[in-house]
């Protein structure tokens, strides 16, 4: 056994689903590259997900110490909002899936609220520490969204994780003052540890080069990655191109990388599109494998992010680490992770 096994949860989205998936967004990343260098350490993880797909395998062997554990948290396309009807289900699956791999864990990392639920009555099972990563919290997300497709117990539960969790891993110090004000009295739990980026995979690469690979022929490249979807704030962007010279010219262009999650808001986004006359100046990319994105950050000249809020702010580290500037507003992890130039408000 290694020196250590730690449980990830990630119920709700899987860390190897493919990138057109539902739910497939910046976490998965994140999770994902966390477990793979503490396997580096030698240290052993177990990254427990739902099914997505009926064709999934129960274990995905990642690296020599990372595993993904798929497991049936209702049906693959059941709705996220409604995964929390599953959640005694899903945690029994966990319990036998451990009794029959004789598997023993020093500590258990929830990702996302939803994880945490069973995280928490888990680690009470087990009898070991219970960390948890909430990459949203809906105290914060209700500030912008009135309509959101989050079960409306959330708040409730996130309020309860801070609660009974032994630590809040947060992804900024932003983030840390945030839930330090909406949840009173916890302040020793929260434990602030920013996000980083491989710099092997994503670093310098010659633009000329990545543009004639991606075949992209315009002369400067504005670039959005994110899900598609009202607090990235695409609509903002749309607005403000419009008063750009070069975009008018067609001397630059938006790339759009990136999944839609609401229908009717995407619609809305080529409507705006059409009716600003920008048809010709938006061009959306659909959802890019991540060991693909280094080829679009080097072949961009400024990478926009126009979120109405970000924990981390990982597409502003990935952007910074291929060289490639970025733009963003002046919310969350982003005002950290961006020391130098301008901060837009």
Not at 140 to 149: A, E, G, P, S
Not at 246 to 265: C, H, M, P, V
Not at 267 to 291: E, M, Q, R, T, Y
Request: aromatic residues 8%.
């Amino acid at each position: 056994m290694s020196r250590k096994n730690i449980a990830f949860l990630s119920i709700h989205s899987c860390p190897v689903a493919n990138p057109d998936e539902q739910n497939v967004g910046g976490m998965n990343v994140y999770v994902r590259n966390i477990a793979l260098f503490l396997g580096k350490l030698g240290i052993k993880v177990d990254i427990y997900t739902r099914v997505h797909d009926d064709k999934d395998p129960i274990i995905v062997s990642v690296s020599e110490n990372v595993r993904v554990i798929h497991l049936r948290l209702g049906s693959p396309d059941v709705n996220k909002k409604e995964l929390i009807n599953y959640i005694t289900d899903y945690l029994d699956e966990i319990k036998k899936f451990i009794e029959f791999q004789e598997v023993r864990y020093s500590l258990i990392h929830s990702h996302y609220w939803l994880s945490g639920i069973v995280g928490n009555k888990l680690a009470k099972y087990l009898n070991i520490p219970h960390f948890v990563t909430f990459h949203t919290f809906a105290q914060k997300k209700n500030r912008y969204l009135t309509d959101n497709d989050d079960a409306p117990s959330r708040l409730s539960n996130e309020m309860e994780l801070i609660a009974s969790a032994d630590k809040i891993i947060c992804s900024s110090e932003s983030e840390k003052k945030e839930l330090k004000f909406f949840s009173k009295g916890f302040d020793k739990k929260f434990q602030c540890i920013g996000g980083g980026v491989d710099i092997e995979k994503f670093s310098a690469m010659n633009q000329i080069e990545s543009k004639e690979t991606l075949q992209i022929k315009n002369n400067l490249v504005i670039l959005f990655v994110g899900r598609i979807e009202p607090f990235k704030g695409i609509d903002l962007l749309i607005e403000s191109i419009s008063n750009v010279e070069k975009i008018r010219s067609g001397e630059a262009k938006l790339f759009i990388a990136g999944r839609w999650t609401d229908r009717q808001y995407l619609d809305s986004i080529k409507a705006k599109i059409k009716g600003l006359n920008l048809s010709n100046a938006v061009n959306f990319l659909g959802p890019i494998k991540h060991n693909q994105m280094p080829l679009y950050y080097n072949a961009a000249d400024l990478t926009v992010i126009p979120s109405f809020h970000e924990s981390c702010g990982l597409v502003a580290l990935e952007s910074m680490a291929c060289g490639t500037p970025v733009i963003a507003a002046q919310t969350g992890g982003l005002v950290e992770n961006i020391l130098e130039g301008l901060l837009v408000i």
